[in-house]
């Protein structure tokens, strides 16, 4: 955290351009880099401040925040040993979050009545087993799912509201007033949340979580590409906010069955299928599956055990909406059994055939 004036730091006066400022930055940046002062602490301490200060007053909503607060300084107004009227930018800059928290200094400052934001909810990871075919089936899956909201007997205060006294730490006021030297802080009571009273009891409807589950049915498409462990988001049906904030999303985590059938690879399937002695010599057509369902495929003569056959199109999606391809791998079976009249013709085969 920086803790001297951020001007001061460049080198610029606060009216200084934007390019000034930005010349400024490199020309100090390029005189305390830490690759031009080797194992020089100082440098890099300088190198550091020098970035922190640009970051803020590079950024026009940053540096407008920053000037604003800058006037504030002059709370931290002390005199010098030589009798000089200066600012303590120290003390200043470390209630300055360049990244957030001006409204706090700014109550610190002239005590104006500090509220609690309204908080968005949690997001809920919720995982759901499908199947292989689901992927490429395009059709939307019907699925029943819990959410979280606001429990209605206590509205989300996790209290029995018919039990409740005047709070002990703000009398009732719902604020509480603090000082720090001349400045006066008046913020939201800790213990009772603003409300002034304080509940004894603990709603019994939701025990005292503020929520109750219901289970809703939803629709989801699966995007194309999507696999084991795709996260799919649907808006605001995450837990409810806080203090009148929006809901968290509900994210969907896919987990895929495994399918005997097929193997995956990618986006590409591979299928082991049986094929008969006389289809595979003679050829034909076979029937295989696929994820959409059954489809021909031609066999050509003298097609050897473990020959592949490429079916495009039958594969998974791809994130661009193609799809991968399907390998047929067949496999020839052999008669077990033979009557003596088939191995009689078999024998008969194998002396034509030698």
Do not use: W
Request: hydrophobic residues 30%; contains cysteine.
């Amino acid at each position: 955290m920086v803790k001297k004036d951020l001007y001061e730091i460049l080198g610029v006066s606060p009216d200084a351009s934007t390019e000034e400022i930005k010349r400024a930055y490199r020309k100090l940046a390029r005189k305390y880099h830490p690759d031009l002062n080797p194992g020089d602490k100082e440098a890099a301490e300088r190198f550091k401040e020098i970035n922190e200060a640009y970051e803020i007053l590079s950024d026009p909503q940053k540096r407008a925040e920053y000037d604003r607060l800058r006037q504030a300084a002059r709370a931290y107004r002390f005199t010098t040993p030589g009798g000089e009227s200066a600012y303590d930018f120290g003390l200043f800059m470390e209630n300055f979050d360049p990244f957030g928290g001006f409204a706090d200094l700014f109550a610190d400052l002239f005590g104006y009545e500090r509220e609690e934001r309204p908080e968005r909810g949690a997001d809920v990871l919720y995982r759901v087993e499908v199947d292989l075919a689901d992927l490429v089936s395009g059709k939307p899956l019907s699925l029943e799912v819990p959410f979280e909201e606001p429990c209605p007997r206590c509205h989300g205060g996790g209290y029995d509201l018919s039990s409740s006294e005047s709070c002990p730490a703000c009398g009732g006021r719902g604020r509480r007033e603090t000082r720090r030297g001349p400045v006066r802080i008046i913020e939201v009571c800790p213990v009772c949340g603003g409300f002034g009273r304080r509940y004894t009891g603990t709603c019994r409807h939701c025990g005292g979580r503020g929520t109750v589950t219901r289970r809703e049915r939803i629709s989801v498409t699966i995007p194309p590409g999507a696999g084991d462990g795709t996260r799919i988001r649907i808006p605001g049906k995450g837990r409810p906010g806080k203090r009148g904030g929006p809901p968290g999303d509900l994210y969907l985590e896919l987990r895929v069955r495994p399918d005997e059938r097929f193997e995956r690879r990618g986006y590409d399937l591979y299928l082991k299928h049986p094929l008969d002695l006389f289809t595979a010599v003679l050829g034909g057509e076979v029937v295989v599956p696929t994820l959409t369902g059954k489809v021909k495929l031609r066999i050509p003569p003298g097609t050897q055990s473990g020959q592949k056959f490429r079916l495009r199109g039958q594969g998974l999606y791809r994130p661009d909406g193609t799809r991968g391809d399907l390998y047929v791998e067949v496999q020839i079976t052999v008669p077990r059994h033979l009557s003596p009249e088939a191995r009689r013709k078999f024998e008969e085969l194998r002396a034509m055939l030698h």
